[in-house]
């Protein structure tokens, strides 16, 4: 990633705004399939180790991750100009379509179907947030400080509800300290 | 002059933008605690509901900030809010970008990765289990939130169709 201009031709500010822009409108509770068929089947843009890499870095780092994937591949073909133009043009139509859409729920907001139409959806996306996280255990559920460490933040930050920053100052340090001590 | 309330908004999403290890899922008990507990710019169902809303739009699920935004002060406020989420992490990201690649076997890359894995898994558990709690606190509520995490554990269901079934269960007054 940090020598970028071996781009194929074509992938101007232009092209990374209309690839991400269609990235933006393609998915439904997760966008990052779609940012990978985008970028490695149909534009080729990127090669699948290539993406994986882009990908790794893009969730290791804080932010929402498919922001992060539009401006590191942004930045690799077209420097700072493609690190703006390809997270703008992500973001820009399902920022107008949701806010549209929360418009009309006011108008219709008192509802009672409308209400329980919105409850039964928060509900089963709960359990879609619990299942990201069971699946994202899974890779570190052998590791005993690993598991140490998410207990600790769960209980933290769910349970007793105490500010992240607190439990983040506290918790990333003593992380990062098993985690030098216990290197490979 | 910004409206306080704006400022407020930019504040609070800046220091987010740079705790969220893991994206918009990892910070929403702390987007709750903050706009729910602590300054009452929404009550826990209005908060639901742009939860809902925010998943069952098209686009990624930070869009739940935007829509936070917008409840508190209006597009102006979505638009600060959503830019104030991503500005700080898509900075840190541009630059960290540039010297990852050299660092790629590095001891301390791969210490950095193994402390950090864990921490973004109780963050998103923690949000699952928030959410769970402030969707309906009712045992129909649990039922919907337990079928749906064993229906996307055990087939290849997509989601939208589990979503879209929830919101008609709902509809009828179910949940």
Known sequence: MSEPPTAPPGVTAGALFAGFLQVGVSGFGG???????????????????????ILSLAQFLPGPNIVNVAVIVGRRFQ???????????????????????????AEVAEVEAVRGACRGIAAAASGLV???ALRMAEPIRRTAWQVGIGAIVFA????????MLWVLAAVVPLALALAWWRRK | MIPPLLLDLALQFLVLSLLSFGGANAIIPEIQLRVVEIEHW??????????????????PNVLIVSLVGWKVAGVAGALVAMGAMCGPSSLLTYYVARAWDRFRDAPLRVAIQRALAPVTVGLILASGYVLTRTSGDAWPAYAVTGATLLAVMSTRLHPL?????AAALGAFGVV
């Open chain 1, 31 to 53: 966008v990052l399939p779609f940012a990978r068929r985008m970028l490695v089947e149909q534009r080729r843009w990127l090669t699948e180790q290539e993406f994986t890499e």
């Open chain 1, 79 to 105: 420097g700072p100009l493609g690190a703006v133009v390809a997270p703008f043009g992500l973001m820009l139509l399902p920022q107008v379509i949701v806010l549209l859409l929360a418009a009309a729920l």
């Open chain 2, 42 to 59: 929404l009550t826990a169902a209005d908060f639901s509901q742009m939860f809902a809303l925010s998943q069952a739009a098209p686009g």
């Open chain 2, 161 to 165: 169709w589990l979503l879209a079934a």
């Open chain 1, 130 to 132: 619990l299942a990201m």
């Open chain 1, 156 to 163: 933290a930050i769910g349970l007793v509800r105490l500010p």
